[in-house]
């Protein structure tokens, strides 16, 4: 990996600056973030900042995306779900819970039961999808699911292609692989498996997580794989790239890095190759997702969209 200088990582904070300052969005004009054949997103994790629905989807078009991956959390609530009257933390404590507690979760256990089964409930997902697609952005993936069961699981399919989605992404394991891979096959969909540091651990073995369904697939995660293994993610594209169906782009020092490894940086001050990654997608026109993960922390005078479209610009130069 070659180490930048202080005078490159100028020159091209600079033009992204630039780039982006140049290409303010016409109001009203919808964001086409494709270039040169490669569809540049993001995940709405880089907006986490941002709750409501609505605002998410304003950031999407300010940062000039024309597609992402849409995490699940707080659409329910958006489309009017029952509220969960307890916390995440104390759901994975449900044995700890006072009986009143456990008592309301068993209502509104029943209760959204009923609602995410009710008549109209895919035409509100479908209304969602639209809201997305007039404001000139697709939904190429969802990051949620209902829960583990057959009947969650395949619930959860249901209402990913509703938003138009391809399938649905959750973090790689065996259990994931066996039961949501069997559910994608199940709705005709795929199933994307993302990584942190699994690549890392001794006896992790990607060959057989991908064989437990033919639905089965990757979304490949370029910063953490570097930064946990030292590995060359562009050799793993090349081997791997039938089965990948997005990557998360970020910017990560390697493993070994010289002061120290697997720290988030912005683009172009860390050790991964975005560039080269990007490039070898575009040159064999694959059909991979390319999603900005934004995970570096926010500089002081800035937000999460803006660093979001420094991002996009970064790609969008690599390709242009």
Same mark, same amino acid.
Request: aromatic letters at 10%; one cysteine or more; glycine letters at 8%.
């Given at each position: 990996?070659?180490?930048?200088?202080?005078?490159s990582?100028?020159s091209?904070?600079?033009?992204?600056?630039l780039?982006?300052?140049?290409?303010?969005?016409?109001?009203?004009?919808?964001?086409?973030?494709?270039?040169?054949?490669?569809?540049?997103?993001?995940?709405?994790?880089?907006?986490?900042?941002?709750?409501?629905?609505?605002?998410v989807?304003?950031?999407?078009?300010?940062?000039?995306?024309?597609?992402?991956? @849409?995490?699940?959390?707080?659409?329910?609530?958006?489309?009017?779900?029952?509220? =969960?009257?307890?916390?995440?933390? %104390?759901?994975?404590?449900?044995?700890?819970?006072?009986?009143?507690?456990?008592?309301?979760?068993?209502?509104?256990?029943?209760?959204?039961?009923?609602?995410?089964?009710?008549d109209?409930?895919?035409?509100?997902?479908?209304?969602?999808? /639209?809201k997305?697609?007039?404001?000139?952005?697709?939904?190429?993936?969802?990051?949620?699911?209902? !829960?583990?069961?057959?009947?969650?699981?395949?619930?959860?399919?249901?209402?990913?292609?509703? @938003? !138009?989605?391809?399938?649905?992404?959750?973090?790689?394991?065996?259990?994931?692989?066996t039961?949501?891979?069997?559910?994608? %096959?199940?709705?005709?969909?795929?199933?994307?498996?993302?990584?942190?540091?699994?690549?890392?651990?001794?006896?992790?073995?990607?060959? /057989?997580?991908?064989?437990? =369904?033919?639905? =089965?697939?990757l979304?490949?995660?370029? !910063?953490?794989?570097?930064?946990?293994?030292? /590995?060359?993610?562009?050799?793993?594209?090349?081997?791997?790239?039938?089965?990948?169906?997005?990557?998360?782009?970020?910017?990560?020092?390697?493993?070994?890095?010289?002061?120290? !490894?697997?720290?988030?940086?912005?683009?172009?001050?860390?050790?991964?190759?975005?560039?080269?990654?990007?490039?070898?997608?575009?040159?064999?026109?694959?059909?991979?997702?390319?999603?900005?993960?934004?995970?570096?922390?926010v500089?002081?005078?800035?937000?999460?969209v803006?660093?979001?479209?420094i991002?996009?610009?970064?790609?969008?130069?690599?390709?242009?």
């Open positions: 990996m070659k180490n930048k200088t202080i005078k990582v100028a091209v904070l600079a033009m992204a600056l780039m982006l300052i140049t290409s303010v969005s016409v109001e009203g004009q919808k964001p086409d973030s494709k270039y040169d054949g490669v569809q540049i997103g993001a995940i709405t994790y880089s907006f986490r900042d941002i709750r409501e629905v609505d605002a989807l304003q950031a999407c078009v300010d940062a000039g995306l024309s597609s992402v991956e @849409l995490m699940g959390t707080g659409i329910e609530a958006y489309l009017g779900a029952p509220e =969960n009257p307890l916390t995440w933390r %104390e759901m994975r404590r449900l044995d700890e819970q006072s009986d009143e507690k456990k008592e309301a979760f068993a209502k509104y256990q029943k209760e959204i039961k009923a609602w995410r089964y009710s109209d409930i895919m035409n509100k997902y479908v209304a969602l999808k /639209k997305f697609n007039d404001a000139g952005v697709n939904i190429h993936i969802y990051k949620w699911t209902a !829960g583990m069961s057959d009947e969650e699981l395949d619930y959860s399919f249901k209402v990913a292609k509703a @938003l !138009g989605a391809i399938g649905i992404t959750t973090e790689i394991g065996e259990e994931n692989c039961k949501v891979g069997a559910a994608a %096959e199940r709705a005709g969909m795929v199933a994307i498996f993302h990584n942190h540091f699994q690549y890392a651990e001794e006896g992790f073995d990607v060959d /057989k997580l991908l064989a437990m =369904n033919p639905a =089965n697939r979304n490949f995660d370029i !910063g953490h794989y570097l930064g946990s293994t030292g /590995k060359d993610p562009v050799a793993f594209i090349e081997k791997y790239h039938e089965q990948i169906a997005s990557i998360h782009v970020k910017d990560k020092t390697a493993k070994d890095h010289e002061v120290k !490894g697997n720290v988030n940086k912005p683009f172009g001050e860390g050790d991964t190759p975005i560039h080269e990654v990007l490039q070898l997608i575009q040159k064999n026109a694959w059909p991979i997702y390319c999603d900005i993960e934004l995970e570096y922390k500089p002081e005078g800035s937000n999460s803006k660093e979001t479209a991002c996009r610009e970064y790609c969008k130069k690599a390709l242009l």
